[in-house]
């Protein structure tokens, strides 16, 4: 019988080997070794899955951190069906269906596997009912053959929401991207990033202003992946080349409560049919008001994002 060190030698050579296929830098490469939280699906029921050493080290270095294959595979299933009907057939879903963060999309919001992250390098909750983060904005995608996505661009590079190391070694990631990949992405597919660009010292030159898969680090993973990103580094949306399969996604965007970048695109009647804790991720943003000797640590209608 093979003993479990075998295998595991096994399991890391087929990795090793995929990856030299893929061609994947080894900073972005899913080295997985047995145990590693990265590895396992993460069921929607779970604790937040804390932000490791190494995933720390990893986003603050290139701004971006790949979690493969952590959706169940129903929540998976039932997000790409959502996505598609989103993008092609609208009308077959109720009217507070009809949005990303809506329907499946919802258990997205505060999943598990994304809570933890954004506990790091965004807010720690604020109480036990309250998230710190706030999720803003989002969008379905749904990209077929030969079809381009956004030209290179980046969110904040100043200001209160642009990208610091604090001087307590935490991350300030004042605006965060979240892509629910549900489709199978193969380098140079998704949404390649130019690694670091983050806090760059000097401007963008205007070559790596256009899309340069030298300079724009790509990436390759599983359905049911989310890769977690700051909006300060430059990305872009490459042509989808894969004649197999559509390119379904969720694109969602986060801040702190105490921030806000984007109008929120979803009714209050969406948000009012969430979990308590889940509706906090859509309050007005603001931190503490002396007239009533209140926290901000709740949602209702009088305090939303609008
Ligand atoms: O098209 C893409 O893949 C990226 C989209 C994006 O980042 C954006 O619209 O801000």
Redesign the pocket.
């Given at each position: 019988m093979r003993s479990e060190l075998e295998t595991w030698f096994e399991q890391v050579e087929t990795e090793r080997q995929q990856v030299a296929a893929e061609n994947v830098s080894p900073l972005s490469a899913t080295i997985l070794l047995p145990g590693d939280p990265q590895m396992t699906v993460v069921p929607r029921s779970a604790d937040p899955v804390a932000m490791t050493d190494e995933q720390k080290f990893l986003f603050d270095l290139k701004g971006w951190i790949m979690l493969p294959a952590v959706l169940e595979e129903d929540l998976l299933q039932a997000c790409r069906e959502h996505v598609l009907k989103l993008r092609t057939d609208a009308e077959s879903l109720a009217e507070h269906e009809r949005y990303s963060l809506a329907g499946p999309g919802a258990e997205l919001i505060d999943h598990p596997a994304i809570t933890g992250v954004l506990r790091a390098v965004l807010a720690p909750d604020s109480s036990d009912n309250a998230w710190g983060f706030r999720c803003e904005g989002s969008?379905p995608?749904l990209?077929r053959q030969g079809e381009?996505?956004?030209a290179p661009?980046c969110?904040p590079l100043d200001g209160p929401m642009a990208y610091r190391n604090m001087p307590n070694g935490t991350i300030w990631s004042g605006l965060t991207?979240v892509?629910w990949e549900l489709s199978e992405v193969h380098k140079g597919g998704?949404?390649p990033i130019l690694s670091g660009s983050h806090k760059a010292a000097f401007p963008v030159p205007e070559r790596f202003r256009s899309f340069d898969p030298s300079v724009y680090e790509e990436y390759a993973c599983p359905p049911g992946s989310v890769l977690i990103f700051s909006?300060s580094c430059w990305?872009?949306?490459?042509e989808w080349q894969d004649a197999e399969q559509d390119?379904l996604?969720i694109?969602n965007c986060y801040c702190s409560y105490l921030t806000q970048w984007h109008k929120l695109n979803l009714p209050h009647e969406v948000v009012a049919t969430m979990p308590a804790k889940r509706q906090t991720a859509f309050r007005g943003a603001w931190g503490h008001n002396f007239r009533d000797q209140q926290h901000n640590d709740y949602y209702d209608e009088t305090n939303r994002a609008h």
């Open positions: 969008f995608m990209r381009q996505g956004s661009h969110g991207r892509v998704g949404t909006e990305h872009v949306g490459t390119r996604a694109f």
